[in-house]
């Protein structure tokens, strides 16, 4: 499996980076050496931190928590949307709108937009409108649905972020430092290291090996979800067997009546031998008074 993965990344020209006059310093520890003017990453490096980001996908999306994609460059488009949607994650792709996450609340209110516009259109083709009205209502929910179609299920804030060319997507990384949202970038050799929490060293303006990367991300996210599902059949079950085993604790167990025993030996009732010497009941009569005390 690790040949296999090796040898794609290989073939996808994951290793070349960018010309030797551009590069940034703080990529040093992952260079292997240059050619030609033009670096060359360590592959080694590569699958470190490829291994490492998939490990915490799979244990950040089997606790619950999603993973958004964020590439809104022209080679990392077509891969994401083509690739993440089958693993039920959310991406963006078309332009960082600033305060997605910082300013979510908003978001979500024009994500509701949207999906109110889509239901007119759906029901009566905006035909209950003006043309004027239907013209302006079509430009306001295609310009939302090319921005925000790929979070439009994003209920809450994302587990992590996956960032194609972290000085393309700058926005969106300070937004996620700033709500400690962890980071994993795919970083060529002229991007800062730094600004990421798991840095994937690569050549990211090559299609072929941002598919490369972003294939073994989703299978991450696949792994993680199977493995949620598990865990929240588990607890389904452990709960169905908790309850059943109360209700059958409660039809076993006799009920016990909280009314006083009438003829309990401790209030003086009639036993097997005879009256008890306690209080009289109301079976037995009572003597009639002597004479004297008459």
Known sequence: MANTLVQDLIEAGIHFGQRSSGWNPKMAPYIYGKRNGIHIIDIKETIKGLLLAKKFIAKTVSDGKDICFVGTKRQAKSVLETRVPDVKMHWVTERWLGGTLTNFRTIRSRLK???????????DNFASYSKKMESQLRRE???IKRNLDGIRNMEKLPGALVVIDVRHEA??????RKLGIPT???IDTDGDPEAADIPIPGNDDSMRSIDVVVRELCLACAEGRQMRQGTDQATTGAAEGAAQGAAGEGQQR???SRRPSQ???????PTEGGSGDGEETRDQPRPAPSPASA
């Open 171 to 176: 926005t969106a990384l300070q937004e996620a």
């Open 113 to 123: 937009r949207m999906i109110e516009l889509e239901g007119i259109e759906a029901n």
């Open 263 to 269: 003829y309990s030996a401790s209030a003086g009732g």
């Open 184 to 186: 994993i970038c795919l």
């Open 141 to 143: 929910m295609k310009k």
């Open 254 to 256: 006799p009920r016990r």
